[in-house]
């Protein structure tokens, strides 16, 4: 693994980097000094570690929650036809019905 120094409010920090991801890792490293700065700034917080929790949360609330996939089963039935779709939903309703209304089946 390869290690690339990074500056962080104006301290060098060397961080393990895997091949190919220099300019990742010194893009997020841009954005980690960016929000701590920017909180050092307004000047109410002084603790280095106190600017880098609120950093942390800022960044990670900013990150878009991940889309789940779509499980095979989903994919299958959204490549229905329509009327068989219909039919399908159809058969759903009904199962779950039958299932809600005899506590008895299993």
């Known amino acids: 693994m ?7 409010m104006g301290q060098s920090y060397l961080l393990g980097c895997p091949e190919g991801g220099e300019a990742r890792l010194r893009q997020v490293a841009s954005r980690v000094d ?27 609330f900013d990150t878009p929650e991940p889309v789940a996939a779509p499980t095979p089963d989903l994919l299958a039935f ?3 036809p329509t009327d068989e779709s219909n039919k399908f939903k159809q058969l759903l309703q009904r199962l779950d019905a039958a299932l809600t209304s005899d506590d008895q089946l299993l």
């Open 78 to 80: 959204a490549a229905l």
């Open 2 to 8: 390869k290690q690339l120094e990074v500056q962080i």
């Open 34 to 60: 960016e929000a701590m700065c920017k909180i050092r700034e307004a000047g109410k917080v002084r603790s280095r570690d106190r600017i880098a929790v609120l950093a942390a949360l800022n960044l990670a």
